[in-house]
């Protein structure tokens, strides 16, 4: 019998499976329309946004902020319960920055999102869009409906000049004190990663892998750099002023992320996508998920697991000060 934990398992934590350990049994997120906005589109920090961020902030496949976020949840819990048979659910604010509201519209935003069969709630935001106010109201939410609450931070890259060439509108201080904070408060942190871009090198791919790890991240997103129709990334890409890192780049770098990231975060996603319909050019015209296999064969073929090189370097770290 083959005993080799290499071929047998995954090469890294799942989502998937770290909910149903938790949980025990299958949790679905429900993605969830507020309508909101960005200070990095409205003018406060700047009028274009990041430069890969599409009209729809990155709720491509969500339903329209016209309908109730209750209607939205409900709609989505009966096609989830049905297709795919799963009972508990943890709503997601998903599109723009969700904490970039007023108080008042945010407390409607979250108590909208409570129910019998929520276990949790996920908000995506920016780095330095969250209050003190704010987490300390989801912090009595969370006491007085026992759920978990997860902040969703995109960060991309720890390479200041590369924040700066993705006009990302924050610093690498900003994301770093919106974490201490959120870990502060015993919330969960989630925070979004784009493994190839150009600007980008290996030492600043080990760089994130490790920075998440050392502030106790609980999961992580990456996906490659993918071009939107209407985006500024879009332009420079059809005027030939940027290139693309081909596919075979993007799985040496996930590698690499994901050999230096603690093996206690899990992956909520190692490839994304968007609709075919919204892209230019998404995963190099190759299938999410076939990019996700060559990934996984070859941490397989090379008998690579999540942390081997996070694990290591915490090793010596601890002998040198014992």
């Not at 997103?221 to 993007?250: F, S």
């Given at each position: 019998?083959?005993?080799?934990?290499?071929q047998?398992?995954?090469p890294?934590?799942?989502?998937?499976s770290?909910l149903?350990?938790k949980?025990?049994?299958?949790v679905?997120?429900?993605?969830?329309?507020?309508?909101?906005?960005c200070?990095?589109?409205?003018?406060?920090?700047?009028?274009g946004g990041?430069i890969?961020?599409?009209?729809?902030?990155?709720?491509n496949?969500?339903?329209?902020?016209?309908?109730?976020i209750?209607e939205?949840?409900?709609?989505?819990?009966a096609?989830?319960s049905?297709?795919?048979?799963?009972?508990?659910f943890?709503?997601?604010?998903?599109d723009?920055?969700?904490?970039y509201?007023?108080?008042?519209t945010?407390?409607k935003?979250?108590?909208?999102?409570?129910?019998?069969?929520?276990?949790?709630?996920?908000?995506?935001t920016?780095?330095?869009?969250?209050?003190?106010?704010?987490?300390?109201y989801?912090?009595?939410i969370?006491?007085?409906?026992q759920i978990?609450?997860c902040?969703?931070?995109?960060?991309q890259?720890?390479?200041?000049?590369?924040?700066?060439?993705?006009n990302?509108?924050?610093?690498?201080?900003?994301?770093i004190?919106?974490?201490?904070?959120?870990?502060?408060?015993q919330?969960?942190l989630?925070?979004?990663?784009?493994?190839?871009?150009?600007?980008?090198d290996?030492?600043?791919?080990?760089?994130?892998?490790?920075?998440l790890s050392?502030?106790?991240?609980?999961?992580?997103?990456?996906?490659?750099?993918?071009?939107?129709?209407?985006?500024?990334?879009?332009?420079m890409?059809?005027?030939?002023?940027?290139?693309?890192?081909?596919?075979?780049?993007?799985?040496?770098?996930?590698?690499?992320?994901?050999?230096?990231?603690?093996?206690?975060?899990?992956l909520?996603?190692?490839?994304?996508?968007?609709?075919?319909?919204?892209?230019?050019q998404?995963?190099?015209?190759?299938?999410w998920?076939?990019v996700?296999?060559?990934?996984i064969?070859?941490?397989?073929?090379?008998?690579?697991?999540?942390?081997?090189?996070?694990?290591?370097?915490?090793?010596?770290?601890?002998g040198?000060?014992?």
């Amino acid at each position: 019998m083959n005993k080799d934990p290499y071929q047998n398992h995954l090469p890294y934590q799942t989502y998937a499976s770290w909910l149903k350990k938790k949980y025990g049994q299958k949790v679905y997120k429900i993605p969830v329309n507020t309508g909101g906005t960005c200070p990095n589109r409205d003018g406060t920090i700047s009028k274009g946004g990041c430069i890969f961020c599409g009209a729809k902030g990155a709720g491509n496949e969500t339903l329209s902020a016209s309908i109730p976020i209750e209607e939205q949840i409900k709609q989505n819990e009966a096609y989830i319960s049905k297709r795919y048979h799963a009972n508990l659910f943890i709503p997601f604010l998903q599109d723009f920055s969700n904490t970039y509201v007023d108080f008042e519209t945010f407390q409607k935003n979250i108590e909208a999102c409570l129910g019998k069969h929520v276990v949790g709630i996920a908000i995506s935001t920016r780095p330095d869009c969250i209050s003190d106010q704010q987490l300390d109201y989801l912090s009595e939410i969370s006491e007085q409906h026992q759920i978990d609450i997860c902040l969703e931070l995109g960060l991309q890259t720890t390479n200041s000049h590369t924040l700066m060439k993705l006009n990302r509108g924050h610093l690498l201080s900003d994301y770093i004190n919106a974490a201490l904070r959120i870990k502060a408060h015993q919330f969960q942190l989630c925070t979004h990663m784009i493994l190839d871009l150009p600007w980008d090198d290996e030492i600043d791919v080990i760089e994130g892998a490790e920075l998440l790890s050392v502030l106790k991240n609980d999961f992580v997103k990456c996906h490659a750099l993918y071009v939107e129709r209407g985006t500024v990334l879009a332009k420079m890409y059809q005027q030939e002023k940027i290139h693309l890192l081909d596919i075979d780049d993007y799985i040496d770098r996930a590698i690499l992320f994901l050999t230096h990231l603690s093996p206690d975060i899990a992956l909520q996603r190692i490839i994304g996508r968007i609709p075919e319909e919204d892209s230019i050019q998404t995963n190099w015209n190759i299938s999410w998920w076939k990019v996700r296999e060559m990934l996984i064969d070859r941490m397989r073929k090379d008998h690579l697991m999540q942390g081997v090189a996070f694990q290591k370097n915490s090793k010596k770290v601890i002998g040198k000060m014992c």
